[in-house]
């Protein structure tokens, strides 16, 4: 069941992150979309939509270092939503922070203390990523079990790949391999651009991922066992299949060229103990996206999806479409089709809003 047009998979999914099946996978299929999303989360931050006040507040900016002022009461106005950091600093026993920052401090607003989403995203040009794959891989490589475990990690970090989502595409720029499409966005979502001016030195988690985007595939898969035959229309009695789903903002192009986003949920399979048979679990479904309805939150599969979507990001939230564990792929797709459906169209969601759960 496919009702998206365009399919994407984690490359480690596909790969087991071994490099050597990175490459042969990436020479099969060279006219997917490679896409890399990198984030940060931080503490400290000023919202964009947030007012001007007439006077300079309790904090104060510069080389580097953002200081509480002493004698100083806080700025009157606040957000119910996130604490104000006058309140943390007035906790310290030295009341300043040595930070790297970005975005435009303005003292006239308040500054908090909460979740910062730091995150950006591109495409890698494939044909590049071959041609610096091959260059690092060697014939011994291929028998080397601790080079297929972590390999591809010491082909990034021999590019100079740095964590920082706002300077994670110069690596592959530096080594002559396009990146197209950087998207930059700091929010108090995953996702969101809500925030003006925040630091990058309390780190609290970083993460990067790859992913392709593709229409079709031209790979067999090889689960990681060799032991192991998988077969989707044979019941495994050791077999656990689990549907589930997690908020994420989809990114999609309209009718008149424009980015519109709306929040919604959107298919998981986890397979404990057999990881590479989620890959063919979900290739079977294809990419699903569901909404909660009424007061009983009851799971309707949403249909007539637009056809250019270009983007996923996770926000919050993980649920189950089922109870027990299900043990064959057929037992998945009766899973679904059993599902109420309910059109996009009919929702008609306006930019940025939320349809994980409608009336």
């Not at 689960?223 to 656990?240: C, G, H, W």
């Not at 999806?305 to 939230?317: A, K, R, W």
Request: aromatic share 12%; glycine share 6%.
């Amino acid at each position: 069941m496919h009702i998206m047009n365009k399919t994407t998979k984690k490359l480690n999914e596909i790969t087991d992150g071994d490099p050597i099946k990175i490459l042969e996978f990436l020479e099969k299929n060279k006219n997917i979309r490679l896409k890399y999303e990198s984030s940060y989360e931080d503490l400290l931050f000023q919202l964009k939509d947030d007012k001007v006040q007439v006077t300079d507040g309790p904090f104060e900016y510069e080389h580097g270092l953002l200081k509480l002022k002493e004698g100083f009461i806080d700025l009157t106005q606040q957000n119910i939503n996130y604490e104000s950091a006058f309140d943390i600093f007035m906790k310290w026993e030295k009341p300043e922070l040595e930070t790297w920052a970005g975005g435009d401090f303005n003292p006239r607003k308040p500054v908090y203390w909460g979740d910062c989403f730091i995150y950006s995203s591109g495409y890698i040009d494939v044909e590049g990523l071959i041609k610096m794959l091959r260059e690092f891989i060697t014939e011994e490589d291929e028998t080397d079990e601790d080079f297929r475990d972590e390999g591809f990690h010491w082909f990034l970090d021999s590019l100079g790949l740095t964590s920082d989502p706002e300077e994670f595409h110069e690596a592959f720029e530096d080594n002559e391999i396009d990146v197209t499409d950087i998207n930059y966005t700091v929010g108090t979502e995953l996702g969101l651009d809500d925030i003006s001016f925040y630091s990058t030195s309390k780190v609290i988690h970083s993460d990067y991922e790859f992913i392709i985007e593709y229409d079709e595939l031209n790979w067999v898969f090889e689960p990681k066992d060799n032991n192991t035959d998988f077969d989707e229309n044979v019941e495994e009695a050791n077999l656990e299949i689990h549907l589930m789903y997690e908020g994420t903002l989809f990114t999609y192009i309209n009718d008149n060229e424009e980015e519109m986003t709306f929040e919604a949920n959107r298919l998981i399979v986890e397979c404990p103990g057999a990881d590479d048979y989620e890959w063919e679990v979900k290739d079977a479904l294809g990419e699903l996206v569901f909404t909660s309805k009424g007061d009983s939150n009851e799971i309707y599969l949403i249909t007539d999806l637009p056809e250019d979507i270009v983007g996923y990001q996770f926000t919050n939230s993980v649920g189950d479409l089922h109870d027990e564990a299900l043990n064959s792929i057929e037992k998945a797709v009766e899973i679904i089709k059993n599902l109420k459906t309910i059109s996009f169209k009919e929702i008609n969601p306006k930019d940025g809003e939320s349809i994980r759960y409608i009336d």
